[in-house]
């Protein structure tokens, strides 16, 4: 906040300029004084140094805060008479210095007895302080600090945070946020001090380029004396605030500039650049090199680098080289400032998967006009922190300088665009204080707005990006609403999800509760749903089986044993249920969702709306009604049958005993589902022992998955609506005893054959084994509703019909009633 | 004994077993003791026959009355021991009307498909049309017809989960995608709503979610402003929240529209006053909008000239965390019925 006052004084409260500046485009993530605390601490002045009587290492220090005079113990060995310190006063909240902790863990100071002497306060470390990790000794500050003077009002500062999406690069610095911030204020900017390049001693052995389209400009000076040590005080202080290490002088003063200009730097120790002089070039093949951070990168010919006459030296844009690295006894630097392609620079880093500051900059793209102020920042105060350097030579690489460039749009865009004219004065004057240049003319209707965009704002290239412009100082809050007029497209109501909707609703109503699970599966959900083992060969699926190898699989999945996209849903359903079960005592849940099934030569998947079903526990929740037993296959069954047999189907969805049963199935319990030729679902129970290893305690899971996708397609009419008869119904029970190896299904089609038209209901309602009837028989007992739409029916049409049934049970399935 | 001896002992006897009966069942045994085709009535009356002809009608009339005396009586007492009948079946039959009813076992539909569902309808009403888009998405669709070009830094902002294979597939970001399919198969005008599942790669916390769902919104045609987008906004803000809700744009940038704004709507909770549920803002924010960026009208084959369009994305989730004061995103995921019951009579 400082550094910003200094460049541009709109004397607003810090939170205030960061509310202003985020309703405008500058969204500021963090407002924080820093460092935090530091109540009850001072500038002192050291007036004594004792030695401790009792203790060696410790000594007796009288401070001069003002207000405030102490004697305190410190074991500092860098304590010395005269320095300005900063002074703790019990109630102060500092950081404890021996915790290992990654986040701070603050102490309040309370008065204490040192080796028997009485210490009122305490001088601080900057670890102490928050300021760094420097706990060797004491905080030592600059003579210009106003002894009894807060530290607050001192060192502290307000550090507000940006977050700068991707359009912003021009706001990436604090010159860059001051214009914005000027724009928004009406104060205005001082750009701070730079050389002026003009007067440098020209060069041409300084630096070359030999692909321009990968490096538009490069600008390189040499200075000569300077001498590498620590950074001023302020200097460090703003880097730490900004979140940045202070290295040296040297290294400090790019960083700097990098956050002042947004125009990364980098110096290299020019003595160990070989020929002196560096070369933007593509890496060749088989070049390496160790970067600042260690590492030992290999480089690709798709790279830039900068490299001196034998070797790479830095990966351009992103990260410099080790050996040429700035060091104690540097005297003679060279000093790059470029502007590179940024996708060429995105790419280097994402090969390299190093995200430094400075890629972070220039794969935004930045100005190229914006070296020339970085480096002649830079060289300004390269000069005035190490007294007697020179610079002694100066090369500026820049063939085909970019110029600002206009953008045209009429005046009645804004108004077509935003719903709301904006008057040309405030057009005027919001672009003027933005940097750009307008310029109005034509008359009438016709009235044309021409703005020259200066160089560093890539980011506004049509009429839209400079309506935005003026929109976003101006304010939305302006904006009138209104809803949209003109005509109306026609709406074609999407069926399918209308129909889905209404599966959903019924399952709902039938017991079962939704869920939405992650579409991700791998080993975890499927090895116990394949005898306990997974690879990739493994069969996978309900409707859809093939070898997992076969499935969509995910580069990066979120978790690594998870990579593949379902094919269906039940692994994840199962999951969520016996999760459930454990504080549930009746579990029904059904997911509607994608299943996946990728298509061979076609680019996206096949998505398949599917649906699955899974029960267990209690029948009903225990109450003193509940009905007793617990939820199995029929409970499953009944569900679907309620939520997807009332449809209309081009054929009708039967229940077939499961062919080749899926090998998670209990054999004897499980049935496709048909409609015609086709499956179009499976149900059935966990094995048991499938059951326990996904997690069930309960002998019976049913599960069921179904295409629903095939069954809307199967959908074929909507009811027609049948007067209802005027006559009552004639009920009568059919016991029909046979072989128990005839299914159900075949019983029911015999007897509604032999019933014929007049049948308009059936129920099966009892199902009995025993002696009486004979081994290996069953009894199926049915009640059929009779009824026809034009008359009563008599006794001996009914006795008729009873004696036609008796006969096709007798032919189709052997059957014989009962009673 | 004289018949009509006889039929007075009769009538004494009958009406005082008639005064003894205790209950709607010995009611009608007398009855039928009685009255009925074997009671002792209809067999003393069988006797007329024998009597002289002079005696007979004198006789005939005196039975017809005692007969009629005592079928008003059986009424009488059948109707007293009805209604007493009825009066005790009512006193034993009465209920603990506290305790439980029968439940019928009824599920609920996840938040997260209600409020799509709301939304959708709310929409609807503004004319716009509900479509659906693959999740599993091209890049050309996800990012290049969205003026996101690959080695665009844009498409950081983004952090996607790529499918294995020769193309370059990913798992949708955002529903943005279906704006650009929607254009290239209709002319304008345009007005859609797209729900859908999109995936980020992110650390799951409180806030944040890999496998989210949002409602895509665009409308193009001739006509269409920021100022409708704003009116849209609002209107959709008044339906889910009550009230007369205040929109806020703030300038943001999304590179498929220009301007592009992040919106927000004024907290219904404590009226934009600041409460736990905006986090003391006064504000929920609801997501990003814009007019569509000329370049995607132009990948999808509109005369960016000629047409307009806004275009908005919101996250179901976070929607329903707004209004209902959820505070863990992790819960959707999560599909405990605890949480599910909790919205099962709608949200």
């Known amino acids: ?819 | 004994m004289t018949f009509t001896d006889d039929l007075a002992a009769l009538r004494q006897r009958a009406l005082a077993a008639l005064d003894e009966t205790t209950d709607l069942p010995e009611v009608q045994a007398w009855e039928r003791a009685t009255l009925g085709g074997k009671g002792e009535l209809t067999g003393l009356l069988r006797g007329l026959g024998r009597l002289s002809a002079e005696e007979r009608p004198e006789a005939g009339r005196a039975a017809n009355m005692v007969k009629v005396e005592l079928t008003e009586a059986f009424a009488g007492r059948q109707r007293v021991m009805a209604a007493a009948d009825l009066r005790d079946r009512l006193a034993t039959d009465a209920i603990d009307v506290t305790l439980p009813g029968r439940q019928p076992a009824v599920g609920t539909l996840h938040p997260v498909t209600e409020m799509i569902e709301e939304l959708s309808e709310i929409f609807a009403l503004m004319g716009f049309q509900t479509v659906y888009g693959p999740e599993v998405e091209t890049s050309h669709y996800n990012f290049d017809q969205l003026n996101i070009p690959s080695d665009h830094p844009a498409r950081d902002v983004w952090d996607t989960f790529l499918v294995e294979g020769e193309g370059e597939v990913v798992l949708r970001t955002h529903t943005s995608p279906m704006q650009a399919r929607v254009m290239e198969s209709t002319t304008p005008p345009v007005r859609v709503v797209v729900p859908g599942r999109c995936y980020r790669f992110e650390a799951q916390d409180a806030s944040h979610e890999w496998a989210f769902h949002q409602l895509e919104g665009l409308a193009v045609d001739e006509r269409i402003t920021m100022a409708d987008l704003k009116g849209v906004l609002r209107e959709m803000a008044r339906q889910l929240f009550g009230g007369d809700r205040r929109i806020r744009f703030r300038c943001d940038f999304f590179p498929f529209v220009e301007p592009g704004v992040d919106f927000a709507v004024d907290c219904s909770v404590c009226d934009g006053k600041g409460c736990r549920v905006c986090k003391y803002t006064g504000w929920l924010e609801m997501g990003g909008a814009g007019m569509v960026h000329p370049n995607v009208l132009r990948a999808a084959g509109y005369d960016a000239e000629r047409y307009t369009g806004f275009a908005f994305g919101l996250g179901i989730e976070r929607l329903v965390m707004m209004r209902h004061g959820v505070d863990d995103v992790r819960a959707f995921a999560g599909n405990d019925l605890r949480f599910l019951r909790q919205f099962a009579g709608g949200i």
């Open chain 1, 1 to 819: 906040m400082r550094w910003l006052e200094e460049i541009v004084p709109t004397g607003l409260e810090p939170r205030e300029l960061a509310r202003r500046m985020t309703m405008a485009g500058l969204e500021a993530e963090r407002v924080e004084e820093v460092p935090a605390g530091w109540d009850n601490v001072f500038v002192g002045l050291v007036t004594r140094v004792d030695r401790h009587p009792d203790a060696d290492r410790l000594n007796l220090v009288d401070v001069d805060a003002g207000e405030h005079k102490l004697r305190v113990v410190t074991g500092a060995p860098n304590i010395a008479e005269g320095q300005r310190v900063a002074l703790a006063l019990a109630g102060a909240r500092l950081i404890d210095p021996y915790t290992e902790s990654p986040t701070p863990v603050y102490k309040t100071l309370k008065p204490g007895k040192i080796r028997g002497i009485v210490s009122e306060g305490m001088v601080c470390s900057e670890r102490e302080l928050g300021l760094s990790d420097e706990h060797e000794g004491i905080m030592v500050l600059s003579e210009d600090a106003p002894v009894g003077a807060p530290l607050k009002a001192w060192l502290g500062d307000t550090v507000i945070e940006f977050e700068i999406t991707p359009n912003l690069v021009h706001a990436f610095s604090i010159v860059g946020i001051a214009r914005q911030a000027s724009a928004l204020t009406g104060a205005d900017v001082r750009v701070p001090r730079r050389v002026d390049l003009h007067t440098l001693p020209g060069s041409s052995d300084v630096v070359a380029v030999d692909d321009v389209d990968l490096c538009p400009r490069l600008a390189g000076a040499v200075v000569t004396g300077v001498t590498v040590g620590p950074s001023p005080e302020w200097l460090q202080r703003r880097l730490v605030h900004a979140g940045l290490r202070p290295v040296n002088n040297l290294v400090d003063i790019t960083n700097y500039v990098m956050l002042e200009f947004g125009q990364p730097l980098h110096a290299y120790d020019r003595r160990r650049l070989a020929g002196g002089r560096i070369v933007a070039r593509r890496a060749r093949p088989g070049e390496t090199l160790e970067t600042l951070d260690h590492q030992r990168r290999d480089l690709t010919g798709d790279m830039l680098v900068i490299a001196d006459a034998e070797k790479p030296v830095g990966v351009a844009g992103v990260m410099g080289g080790v050996d040429s690295e700035v060091a104690d006894d540097t005297t003679e630097i060279l000093l790059e400032a470029a502007a590179f392609d940024m996708k060429a620079i995105r790419r280097s880093r994402t090969t390299l998967r190093l995200r430094t500051d400075a890629s972070a900059r220039f794969e935004r793209g930045l100005d190229p006009n914006l070296p020339g102020d970085g480096i002649a920042r830079a060289l300004s105060l390269i000069l005035a922190v190490c007294p007697g350097s020179t610079v002694t030579a100066f090369q500026d690489v820049y063939p085909e300088p970019v110029l600002p460039w206009h953008v045209t749009l009429p005046v009645s865009r804004f108004e077509r665009v935003l719903g709301v004219a904006i008057p040309e004065p405030t057009i005027e004057e919001t672009l003027t204080r933005l940097g750009f240049a307008p310029s109005f003319e034509g008359d009438g209707g016709e009235r044309r707005l021409t703005v020259t965009v200066p160089t560093e704002r890539r980011d506004v290239t049509i009429p839209e990006d400079v309506i935005e412009e003026v929109a976003r100082v101006v304010g939305y809050d302006t904006l009138p609403e209104t809803l949209p007029s003109g005509r109306l497209p026609a709406i074609d109501r999407a069926l399918d999800v209308d129909w889905q909707r209404a599966v959903r609703r019924r399952l709902a109503a039938a017991g079962a509760s939704e869920c939405i699970s992650y579409p991700t599966v791998g080993a975890p959900d499927l090895a116990s749903l394949s005898g306990g083992t997974f690879d990739e060969a493994t069969l996978v699926g309900v409707l859809d089986r093939r070898p997992a190898v076969d499935l969509l699989t995910l580069v990066n999945p979120i978790q690594a044993e998870r990579p593949y996209l379902r094919n269906t849903l039940v692994p994840s359903l199962l999951a969520l249920a016996a999760e459930n079960r454990k504080h549930e005592t009746r579990v029904a849940l059904f997911e509607v969702g994608s299943t996946f099934r990728p298509v061979q030569g076609q680019e996206l998947p096949d998505e398949v709306a599917t649906l699955a079903l899974v029960m267990s526990g209690a029948r009903a929740v225990t109450d003193r009604f509940a009905a007793a037993g617990t939820l199995d296959y029929f409970d499953a069954k009944g569900v679907l049958e309620s939520a997807l047999g009332v449809d209309t189907l081009s054929a009708p969805l039967v229940f077939v005993a499961a062919e080749q049963p899926l090998p998670f199935l209990h054999p004897g319990r499980t049935a496709d589902l048909r409609l015609g030729d086709r499956q179009v679902g499976v149900i059935g129970e966990l094995r048991p022992d499938v059951a326990r290893s996904v997690g069930f305690e309960d002998a019976r899971v049913a599960v069921a998955e179904v295409d629903l996708r095939a069954l809307f397609a199967a959908r074929v009419t909507r009811p027609t609506g049948k007067r209802v008869p005027r006559f009552l119904p004639a009920q009568q029970d059919f016991a029909i005893v046979v072989d128990r190896s005839v299914s159900a299904d075949a019983v029911r089609d015999a007897l509604a054959a032999g019933a014929g038209a007049l049948a308009t209901g059936m129920t099966l309602f009892d199902v009995f084994e025993g002696e009486q009837i004979g081994a290996d028989r069953k009894s199926l007992a049915w009640r059929v509703t009779f009824e026809a739409p034009d008359r009563a029916l008599t006794d001996a049409e009914l006795v008729k019909t009873r004696s036609r049934i008796a006969k096709v049970l007798k032919q189709r399935v052997d059957g014989v009633l009962r009673g």
